[in-house]
């Protein structure tokens, strides 16, 4: 009889014999998925998901990097050529609405934050491009001539409906990063430095790190001047003061104990950056602080450099 089987076996059509190993194949794969523990095959589904989000994210960065890289210059921006070619960035903008950004890292919600308020703002002043004048209040071609520009406008962004005023007043302060409120390009002269690249997690502290030092060295941010014995500031300053004084206010150097919170946080946030004759005048520590008018000129390089 066990010869018989054994010849029956040996007769079979190799097609049936190889379904038949098929079918045990996939009978012991059934097997063994039911066997593993639920929360093993939970690791496996984080492990395969949570890089393609983080790809995703590095992707809609790399775009947003590349518009800067070609339309800004030492914070100033081609809005006429950014405008006749700004299907990247509606596209970029329009991806916010989605980003699941709860989660991440501090430093990539920072990061994605600045890049998504200064995306907006380009795509407020593109879309309005050129400017009309409405008031007298603010400078022609101003993004302060759009109507509702920060505080109605409002876009989807990782899942939340926002003004920009909302992103830098409620979305912003609990990093505790006074630094980000100069990273913010508010289309205007009188903003910190649109930087000619996106921000990222892995560069962001060398990104923050430049601020003083641009501070320091721009005349929108920080004048000096000894005839009059005054020390004319950025309104930003004013405007975000409980920021920077908490984190700046006990950083300054004890001579200056007796100022305001506010100016001892100026002083340690941009003194060490000053030229020797300015830092030898603020040491006297006999100078006024005022705050420099805001600067609502829109920050355009059309028209300059054959652009």
């Known amino acids: ?31 063994t998925a039911v066997a593993l ?38 914070g100033f921006v ?3 050529a950014l405008k006749s070619e700004r299907g990247r960035l509606d596209g970029y903008v329009a991806s916010l609405a ?5 989660s991440a890292p501090r ?8 890049n998504a308020y200064n995306a907006i703002v380009l795509k407020t002043v593109v879309d309005q491009y050129p400017i009309a004048r409405r008031t007298q209040e603010y ?3 101003s993004i302060r001539q759009i109507p509702g520009a920060f505080d109605r406008l409002t876009h989807r962004v990782a899942g939340q409906t926002l003004t920009l005023d909302q ?18 390009g508010r289309g205007a002269v009188g903003s910190g430095r649109l930087r000619s690249e996106a921000y990222t997690a892995a560069d962001l502290e060398r990104q923050l790190k430049d ?22 500031i950025s309104s930003v300053f004013s405007w975000r003061r409980s920021e920077f004084a908490e984190a700046y206010g006990d950083k300054a150097p004890e001579v200056y104990a007796s100022r305001s919170p506010i100016e001892r946080a100026v002083l340690a946030f941009v003194a060490p950056y000053l030229l020797t004759a300015e830092r030898e005048f603020v040491a006297r520590n006999a100078f006024k602080v005022e705050y420099l008018p805001f600067d609502w000129s829109l920050n355009d390089l059309t028209g300059r450099g054959g652009r």
């Open 1 to 31: 009889m066990q010869f018989e089987i054994e010849a029956f076996r040996l007769k079979m059509p190799l097609q049936m014999q190889t379904a038949g190993i098929t079918a045990r194949m996939r009978s012991l794969q059934v097997r």
């Open 37 to 74: 523990p639920a929360a093993v095959l939970s690791m496996l589904a984080i492990g395969t998901t949570a890089p393609r989000a983080q790809d995703s994210e590095a992707a809609r960065r790399q775009v947003f990097d590349q518009i800067l890289d070609l339309n800004v210059r030492d």
């Open 78 to 80: 081609y809005y006429r």
């Open 98 to 102: 989605g980003a699941a950004i709860q």
């Open 107 to 114: 430093e990539e919600q920072i990061a994605f934050w600045l």
């Open 139 to 141: 400078p022609a071609q």
């Open 167 to 184: 992103i830098e007043q409620t979305v912003l302060p609990p990093f505790h990063d006074p630094r980000l409120f100069l990273a913010l």
């Open 211 to 232: 601020i003083p030092g641009e501070c320091a060295s721009r005349a929108i941010c920080v004048q000096i001047d000894a005839s009059r014995n005054t020390m004319a």
